[in-house]
């Protein structure tokens, strides 16, 4: 009997050729790597906002216009570091055409920056939070009236829905009744620093929709400025006039002064302030690039729990059934919103900056939102 033959080496049974199937958990992170890299830019901007209400609301109770200081200030520095290593066109002061709409988005993204900080000092983080899913609407009526763009029947309802919503959470005693109980505006008390008056509380709701209004004005601006500026060329201008105005108010307003931290978690915090802005900031381009479906929008909203993580763990305090029942309202309301909008094609090249993030899948930067360009808003 004679021996078998010997095998070939390309013998189909012994062919090694075919890629052999990844395990489930790197097939996941390649199928989900831009809402994860989203996911934790959230988690960077709600330590940042905890860090902020941790230092207002500390033994010295730094202003907030000392904390943007140091926050925008070391963004400033490390944006311009970056623009400047990987020759940014038109660095530093951008393109002269759209000179004039980077200051103006700069203003208005300072007025809502300020007052986001001025907000967390007197509400619970998750509460000062919320309103900032209020800007998305506010940015499409924004963006209807003055850019001409369409404003949905939907976005309209959801703006009321919204605001509905809003008023819960305020529960103004000309609505409600005068006789509020303390224990259902927050369910857990974390003592003196979270003991506010209904007037103190109504201000911060009051400056808390302001800031809407500015943030809304820096996003329909960034429409108008679309892909003629490199997205950190905007941060970066937004950093300068934050850190300069609140300089100038640190030293001229009455009443007002710089107070030097004390100790070394002062300093970390406020150092870290400014490290975190710039990594949120290329978290959410990098995450919007390789993601722009509603799955990553669908991210952003997870802000609101980690803010509520950060009340419970440092300040032991919740927001009470009224705060989470309008809370609820809003988040819904502009998740339902921004989860129908058309999905765009994306533009090659194009990023993102880390309040534009908020407008999920809308048009950014779109041909038509350039030839507005000369439009006055």
Known sequence: MSPPPPISESDPLLDNSQPRPQPWYKTTFENNKGALLILCAELFGSSMDAMARFLQQGDHQMHPFQVIVFRMGITFILSSAYMWYTKVPDF????????????????????????LYYSVHYLPLAEATVFRFLVPICTALACSLFLSERFT??????????????????HPAFIFGSDIDPSKLNILKAGDVDKVTPAQRLIA????????????????????????????????????????????FLLFTPGISFIMPHGAKEWVLLILLGIWGFILQFLLTAGLQLDRTSKATSMLYTQI????GFDWAIWGVLPGAWSIFGGVIVIGSTLWSALHKPTVAKVPGKSVDEE??????????????VRRGSVGV
């Open 305 to 308: 729990l980690m803010a509520l």
């Open 153 to 170: 029947l939907q976005e309209f309802i959801a703006g009321l829905i919204a605001l509905a919503g809003v008023i819960i959470i305020a």
């Open 205 to 248: 709701i009051a400056v808390s929709l302001i800031g809407v209004f500015g943030a809304a004005g820096a996003y329909t601006t960034i429409r108008v400025i679309g892909n003629r500026a490199h997205a950190l060329m905007s941060v970066n201008y937004f950093a300068f006039l934050s850190t300069v105005v609140s300089t100038l």
């Open 356 to 369: 534009s993030a908020l407008l999920g899948t809308q048009t950014d930067g779109s041909e038509e939102a």
């Open 92 to 115: 530093p002061f951008g393109a002269p055409a759209v000179r004039p709409w980077l200051v103006q988005r700069a203003c208005f993204g300072f007025g809502g920056l300020f007052c």
